[in-house]
């Protein structure tokens, strides 16, 4: 299965994100996105996109969490992609026109608690379950993305 972005997901703050059809995408991240935090928590450029992948929100929703694409507040769900291999450093091209490079591992936070049994949202957190955690980018090149365009990790 070729990699592609399943789901572009926005709000004015907080979570779920939810999905959008085409969303222009900036040096600080998505057009339209806010934060319920300040800019040293969230956002800014070396955070300005938040990528989660959908196999990893099917696999911790089979373990019986109520997770799903956008939930846990990631700007970018892909899916068909090796997530083992989105590590800090990795470049990413997204669609036809953004470039990405992955700037650290997110740092899960109480607010996504009520998407994990148990309130257990250190389940993402990628300290004590290497591979499940969300990834933080900062943006290359600036465009557009949509849902289905392909998504590639470059050497």
Not at 54 to 66: F, K, V
Not at 79 to 84: A, C, I, K, M, P
Request: net charge negative.
């Amino acid at each position: 299965m070729a990699a592609s972005i399943v789901q572009v997901n926005i709000s004015k703050g907080g979570v779920p994100k939810l999905p959008v059809m085409v969303a222009e995408v900036t040096e600080l991240g998505l057009v339209g996105d806010g934060h319920n935090e300040p800019p040293h928590i969230h956002g800014g450029p070396e955070r300005a996109l938040c990528l989660y992948s959908l196999e990893r929100i099917e696999a911790l929703a089979a373990e019986g969490h109520p997770i799903f694409a956008g939930a846990v507040g990631e700007n970018v769900t892909v899916g068909g992609l090796d997530w083992d291999a989105v590590v800090p450093g990795a470049r990413l091209a997204l669609g036809p026109a953004v470039l990405v490079e992955i700037t650290r591992y997110t740092t899960p936070c109480r607010t996504n608690a009520r998407w994990f049994a148990g309130g257990d949202f250190n389940r993402m957190h990628h300290n004590l379950r290497p591979g499940w955690s969300r990834v933080y980018a900062r943006v290359i090149t600036a465009g557009v993305i949509r849902p289905g365009d392909a998504v590639e990790l470059l050497d």
